[in-house]
């Protein structure tokens, strides 16, 4: 167990009723011992990424802070996938899901370990995780890179929309 540290969980989903899972996976991410909720962003819609043959997805991220260092939130995590139904395997990459939870940035760290890579290797790359992001942590630093509002404003995140 560490000390608290603020960690920011990218959600997405395309299966089911992908915006009332990620809406319970609030819920769960906020139950985790040691954790609790600080932020939600709202959820957003956009198009499938890497395999484009699927329906859109729904995305939103998590801002919350825990006691649980960053391979016990990752184990925690994917214990949330599964519970939602989420089985994963090396065919499904940027397939469709009903759930994927990604660890975007854990505080400061930078952790490139086997299953775990902080901060998310492509996240300066991907509107539909930073427009969520920005929305909740506007001053976010992804380290190595720099702000995570300039990567976003270095896009064009027209494939990204706020849901309601």
């Known amino acids: 167990m560490s000390a608290a540290t603020v960690a920011l969980i990218g959600l997405g989903g395309n299966l089911g009723d992908a915006a009332a899972t990620l809406r319970q996976a609030f819920q769960a991410l906020d139950a985790l011992p040691h954790t609790r909720l600080l ?8 198009r499938a990424w890497g395999r484009t043959d699927q329906p859109d997805f729904i995305n939103a991220v998590a801002m919350i802070e825990t006691s649980l260092d960053a391979r016990e ?29 990604d660890l975007l940035l854990y505080g400061d760290a930078v952790i490139d370990e086997p299953g775990l890579h902080v901060p998310h290797p492509r996240l300066h790359e991907r509107s539909f995780a930073l427009v969520p992001l920005v929305e909740v942590a506007p001053d976010a630093m992804i380290p190595g890179i720099g702000s995570a509002r300039a990567m976003l404003a270095a896009m064009e995140p027209t494939d990204v929309e706020a849901l309601g």
């Open 73 to 101: 939130l990752l184990d925690a995590m994917l214990a949330i996938e599964h519970e939602a139904g989420r089985e994963r395997s090396e065919d499904d990459r940027w397939g469709p899901r009903t759930l994927d939870l």
């Open 39 to 46: 932020r939600a962003s709202r959820l957003y819609r956009s």
